[in-house]
């Protein structure tokens, strides 16, 4: 049984920064690991994705600049750097990952695990 964990969410101002972290139970080194997020009333969108068989990297338009998903090659943990954070950030944010995979994906229904979501709030 494969799990997500992810921490890191909180309350921030406009312009400030946060970092999330997931965890993911598995040795399997290919993977592909993203972030999602989904906010009130809308759909859960991809915000990046990572393939740790090359990590190779996709970000959304609008979070391109302000965001950085990257990984600690010891310890397997996923993090996705926060920073310019704007009120439209404000969502659930979501980790999940594909595991045995040869190449990495950008839509949530291609990721079969998820962790619980942490709540991320950008107030203005």
């Known amino acids: 049984q494969v799990k997500v964990v992810e921490s890191g969410g909180g309350s921030v101002q406009t312009g400030g920064s946060l970092r999330l972290s997931c965890v993911v139970s598995t040795t399997n080194y290919k993977r592909c690991m993203g972030w999602f997020r989904q906010a009130p009333g809308k759909e859960r969108e991809t915000v990046a994705t990572?393939?740790?068989?090359?990590?190779?990297?996709y970000y959304t338009n609008s979070v391109k600049g302000r965001f950085t998903i990257y990984r600690d090659y010891v310890e397997g943990t996923l993090y996705l750097q926060m920073n310019k954070l704007k009120p439209e950030d404000t969502a659930i944010y979501y980790c999940a990952a594909a595991i045995g995979v040869s190449r990495c994906y950008y839509t949530p229904d291609d990721f079969l695990y998820w962790g619980q979501g942490t709540q991320v709030t950008v107030s203005s």
């Open positions: 990572i393939y740790t068989g090359g990590d190779t990297t």
